[in-house]
């Protein structure tokens, strides 16, 4: 329910900052404001930033498919691209008009542009409240509502400039600050053009990892019984964690602060839980080093699928077991003899394992 509430604001805001940007494009032509006009550039600017963060969130609700992963991005990539394109151009346009404007002025009717530029802060302002309530638990929202802040903040800039035209026609304001919006409008498309033309020069390697271990014992735990909305809401965070991990391998300060809060914020959860709860009820499954061997695990797992062998050289019968373990596949070989518990698909192994491993290029 929360996923089709975000995806209904995405809608939303899209929608109104495709209203707003085409209301200043024309705003601009009738009252012959420059600043209008880079304003609504800017806002165009985020209306494809918007768009593009709708795709990522539309995708990232999708079930996982290998083959189509690769597309997804690589639509997505072009996008930006073309669009930081687009308003590089646009920009080096207005801001080489705006230096003409110095030189040969003409008439820009202020009421025109005071109108159309508390229309456009008023509907930034409004995008900011209807993203604010999801922006603190998802990347993609996030960076949409930090978009609306900085066209708000364009927008305030442009309603002062047009309280001076009009009371006092102060009309140089009109090409200074076109020029203040497009440099910063300018900035933003170099850095998103260059940022997607070296993602999509270099194309990624369909790879993946083997993983399996040995173990001499181990335990069969019953699953930890969640509803539907529980399920979705985890598959959410998880999706919006590895967001927030990609973003700060690229160096981005935010999301570091926010996977430390949210760390924070895990432990003391837990903390609160295990006066009432036992540990195993709280993890659902986990992996890390056992003793000072680098080869061995301790690990927790769900079983996904399980069968019967038996060794050829020693005839002892085995489990062979395929476990989700932190969202990673395990093979699993474990004598049968000293499972403590039932196997079955849904319960859970818990045991200490040698691992080996393999990439798959």
Known sequence: MNKDHTTKRYVFVTLLNVIITIAEFLGGIFSGSLALLSDAVHNLSDVGAIILS??????????????KTF???????????????????ISVVLFVEAIQRFWEPEHIHGGIMLVVSIIGLLANIISMLA??????GNLNVRSTFIHMLSDALSSVAVVIGAVFIYFWNVTWLDPVLTILVSLFVLHEAYEITMKECQLGMFPKMNTSVTLSGLALSGKILLPVRKSETQVKNEIEASNNRKQLLNAARSGDQTAMESLTL???????????????EDIFTIVD???????VECDMYSILGEILAMRER????????????????????????????QVLGEPQIGRR????????????F
């Open 54 to 67: 709708f795709i990522a969130h539309l995708i990232s609700r999708r079930s996982r498919n290998n083959n």
């Open 71 to 89: 597309g997804y991005e690589r639509a997505e990539t072009l996008a930006a691209f073309t669009n930081g394109v687009v308003l590089i151009v």
């Open 131 to 136: 993203m604010h309530r999801d922006a603190k």
């Open 262 to 276: 949210d760390d924070i914020d895990t432990y003391s959860k837990v903390s609160r839980r295990l006066v009432s």
């Open 285 to 291: 499954t986990y992996f890390m080093p056992y003793g």
């Open 310 to 337: 038996k060794n050829s050289l020693t005839g002892e019968e085995v489990y062979q077991m395929k476990l989700n373990v932190n969202e990673l596949q395990f093979d699993i070989c474990v004598p049968k003899a």
């Open 349 to 360: 192994f818990k045991g200490t394992i040698w691992l080996q491993g393999m990439i798959n």
